[in-house]
């Protein structure tokens, strides 16, 4: 029996977004979109799966954090078949593109699934979220993503349906019975293009994270070699700073200009009671978006 763990991730759902399985450190997968959502990426992550090892004929056991995909591959899909893919009220099935190639895939499989709570120290399924979220952060720094060695001698054909997003579909919370309507988000102003402003509020929220912020490893990751910043009281920041203190994620972008195809300047508002007026300055570097200036402007 071939056990596996699956996983996705969206840094901003949606937004930059990359999927994973793995098996063990030298039999593993991932990949990932510009724009998709969690579920997506977990969907994508058990189909890769199962073409990648459609052709060894043993029983397949999944390992996966997603309740949403458990159910989906073993509760609702024949009903979904039999109504032409809709839903119970009638309404079109989200990421059906996805769905039919799954429903296809596990035709003639031997395959179960195993719920495993996500984050909670699970080695594979920890191992699938780090590849995932890997892939998921490339995407948004604009480079290709570490894919994997694969599965040995898989069949390039069973995998040459590559699923390319046209749009993103929401999709429902980890306890949902079904998945509800979409609901399409707010347009964020400025004049940068839709993939960019997706990457950089994925970044902005990396920058307001505590595991970011706390980790000058991570941080680094996010900053120009050049970066400066010019905080509310008058000090001036460098790249090699090193960590930053905790602050809050609450944030509101105001606008994200595109001054050229490699400079994005994003104005944002930044706490939820005492909230400052800030600048950031994002340079795309062959390594992908980099934080190159920040100012706090402080409020009367």
């Known amino acids: 029996m071939i056990v596996a763990a699956c996983d996705g991730s969206a840094l901003s759902n949606p937004g930059p977004a990359g999927w994973a399985w793995y098996i063990s450190d030298d039999i593993w997968a991932a990949g990932g979109w510009d724009h ?22 043993e029983p397949l056991r999944i390992l996966a954090d997603s309740q949403y995909v458990i ?45 495993v709570k996500g984050h909670a120290g699970h080695v594979m399924n920890e191992a699938a979220d780090e590849r995932a979220r890997a892939a998921a952060t490339a995407f948004m720094q604009g480079r290709e993503p570490d894919v994997g060695p694969g599965f040995p001698a898989a069949d390039a054909k069973a995998r040459s349906q590559v699923f390319a997003p046209n749009s993103v579909e929401e999709t429902p919370a980890l306890f949902q019975l079904e998945e509800p309507d979409a609901e399409p988000g707010p347009t964020t102003p400025g004049s940068a293009s839709p993939r960019v402003k997706a ?7 990396q920058l307001l994270s505590d595991d970011v912020r706390t980790d000058a490893a991570r941080l680094a990751e996010l900053l120009h070699p050049d970066f400066v910043a010019h905080g509310v009281d008058g000090e001036v920041i460098a790249a ?20 050229s195809e490699s400079l994005v300047g994003v104005r944002w508002l930044q706490g939820d009671k005492q909230r400052r007026l800030r600048f950031n300055l994002w340079q795309k570097t062959p390594a992908g978006w980099k934080l190159r200036f920040a100012q706090v402007t402080a409020q009367q």
């Open 199 to 205: 990457a950089l509020l994925a970044a902005t929220r």
């Open 71 to 115: 159910n989906s591959l073993t509760k609702w899909l024949p009903g979904w078949k039999r109504r032409g893919w809709k839903k119970g009220d009638g309404k079109p099935v989200l990421n059906v593109e996805l769905m039919k190639q799954l429903d296809e895939a596990l035709q003639g499989r031997d395959v179960t699934f195993e719920w």
């Open 36 to 57: 998709g959502t969690n579920n997506m990426g977990e969907l994508m992550a058990v189909l890769d799966l199962l073409q990648s090892t459609a052709h060894t004929g």
């Open 240 to 259: 090699d700073h090193g960590a930053w203190r905790e602050t809050s994620p609450e944030f509101e972008v105001l606008a994200m200009d595109a001054y």
